[in-house]
């Protein structure tokens, strides 16, 4: 299967963080097609594992995505709603939407028209919108109920010129499908280690998964894959990086060895690379992996991704293919020598 369709397979589920059912029992059948050893743990977090034996590595990407919940039913059969997540309430008007109901039921979110606001009141708030079924308020009642989970209109993402994508939740489920090719081409090499993939839940609430996942693995170094902020008109240089370039990070998140082993894996891929400089938290499941089981020596590796936490994120498939191919280098570098090549200088 080619990585967009898997993409696609995967963009297409629900998985609102704290309900990724749906999304992981996917995410375990492709899986399933590279791994012969794949499994669920009590959190929701997908793994599978090639190789054997110590060291151990953690590959993990989060399939999780922002959405809405539902918080009350007025009268008239109209729902309120709050965002889970991150949703940007500028984003959300004139949107299509699922309800998570007793059954999927199709929405859309509405609000007073531009005609009736004031220039003060021009900027939406989630207290301004209302998800409209155009069920009456007894059906509403009897298939909706307060805590469902709301997601953006679950539909394929779309190629544009150039190589690009562009959809909902490629934030972070396009990294997660980029896992599979990464195991492709790992089954065909021959490894000095054992390397766990991990599909994890709920990063963008409270990053449930990145906790029990490496507590559970326990390995002796784990490796983030997430998104960034591409280039795009308005934004700033410095707080964004190229679309066909990989963002290794470096700062206090990450292990300053790691992340010369990967620029190192760049370097012998020919993958264009660009330093991401982030001192504090990194905002991805590598924060809480690193500290884990007394510390874990942590790095993150990001695709550029354009308009995040929208229903037309994009990005290139030519970069996800690139960061398939260093991770797939960086563990195959990896030896028993590993410890000596983490040892900081003095």
């Given at each position: 299967?080619?990585?967009?369709?898997?993409?696609?397979?995967?963009?297409?589920?629900?998985?609102?963080?704290?309900?990724?059912?749906?999304?992981?029992?996917?995410?375990?059948?492709?899986?399933?097609?590279?791994?012969?050893?794949?499994?669920?743990?009590?959190?929701?977090?997908?793994?599978?594992?090639?190789?054997?034996?110590?060291?151990?590595?953690?590959?993990?990407?989060?399939?999780?995505?922002?959405?809405?919940?539902?918080?009350?039913?007025?009268?008239?059969?109209?729902?309120?709603?709050?965002?889970?997540?991150?949703?940007?309430?500028?984003?959300?008007?004139?949107?299509?939407?699922?309800?998570?109901?007793?059954?999927?039921?199709?929405?859309?979110?509405?609000?007073?028209?531009?005609?009736?606001?004031?220039?003060?009141?021009?900027?939406?708030?989630?207290?301004?919108?209302?998800?409209?079924?155009?069920?009456?308020?007894?059906?509403?009642?009897?298939?909706?109920?307060?805590?469902?989970?709301?997601?953006?209109?679950?539909?394929?993402?779309?190629?544009?010129?150039?190589?690009?994508?562009?959809?909902?939740?490629?934030?972070?489920?396009?990294?997660?499908?980029?896992?599979?090719?990464?195991?492709?081409?790992?089954?065909?090499?021959?490894?000095?280690?054992?390397?766990?993939?991990?599909?994890?839940?709920?990063?963008?609430?409270?990053?449930?998964?990145?906790?029990?996942?490496?507590?559970?693995?326990?390995?002796?170094?784990?490796?983030?894959?997430?998104?960034?902020?591409?280039?795009?008109?308005?934004?700033?240089?410095?707080?964004?990086?190229?679309?066909?370039?990989?963002?290794?990070?470096?700062?206090?998140?990450?292990?300053?060895?790691?992340?010369?082993?990967?620029?190192?894996?760049?370097?012998?891929?020919?993958?264009?690379?660009?330093?991401?400089?982030?001192?504090?938290?990194?905002?991805?499941?590598?924060?809480?992996?690193?500290?884990?089981?007394?510390?874990?020596?942590?790095?993150?590796?990001?695709?550029?991704?354009?308009?995040?936490?929208?229903?037309?994120?994009?990005?290139?498939?030519?970069?996800?293919h690139s960061l398939a191919r260093v991770i797939a280098q960086f563990v195959a570098d990896i030896d028993t020598d590993l410890e000596d090549k983490l040892c900081l200088d003095d």
């Amino acid at each position: 299967m080619e990585l967009f369709d898997i993409i696609s397979d995967l963009v297409t589920k629900s998985g609102v963080s704290g309900n990724e059912t749906s999304v992981g029992e996917a995410v375990f059948e492709h899986f399933k097609k590279y791994s012969g050893r794949v499994w669920r743990d009590p959190v929701g977090n997908v793994y599978a594992g090639i190789g054997e034996g110590k060291p151990v590595v953690l590959i993990m990407a989060h399939m999780d995505e922002i959405g809405m919940m539902v918080t009350d039913i007025e009268e008239n059969g109209m729902l309120r709603i709050c965002s889970v997540a991150g949703v940007d309430p500028r984003v959300l008007p004139g949107s299509k939407v699922k309800v998570c109901g007793k059954e999927p039921i199709t929405g859309v979110i509405g609000a007073i028209p531009p005609h009736l606001l004031t220039e003060t009141e021009a900027a939406y708030k989630m207290e301004d919108l209302t998800l409209d079924t155009g069920l009456p308020p007894e059906k509403v009642r009897e298939l909706i109920r307060v805590g469902d989970f709301v997601t953006f209109d679950p539909v394929p993402p779309i190629k544009l010129k150039n190589g690009f994508i562009s959809g909902k939740t490629l934030d972070d489920r396009a990294l997660v499908a980029a896992m599979t090719e990464c195991m492709e081409i790992l089954n065909k090499r021959r490894l000095s280690c054992s390397v766990v993939f991990c599909a994890s839940v709920q990063e963008e609430s409270k990053n449930i998964g990145s906790i029990s996942g490496a507590y559970r693995i326990e390995p002796d170094i784990a490796i983030a894959l997430d998104v960034t902020h591409g280039k795009s008109p308005g934004t700033e240089p410095f707080d964004t990086v190229d679309t066909d370039k990989l963002a290794v990070t470096k700062g206090g998140n990450i292990h300053p060895k790691l992340y010369k082993m990967l620029m190192d894996a760049c370097a012998e891929t020919n993958t264009p690379a660009e330093t991401d400089v982030c001192m504090g938290p990194t905002g991805t499941d590598a924060w809480y992996m690193q500290v884990q089981r007394g510390g874990i020596p942590t790095a993150v590796v990001s695709v550029p991704l354009r308009y995040m936490h929208s229903t037309v994120e994009t990005l290139s498939e030519k970069t996800l293919h690139s960061l398939a191919r260093v991770i797939a280098q960086f563990v195959a570098d990896i030896d028993t020598d590993l410890e000596d090549k983490l040892c900081l200088d003095d």
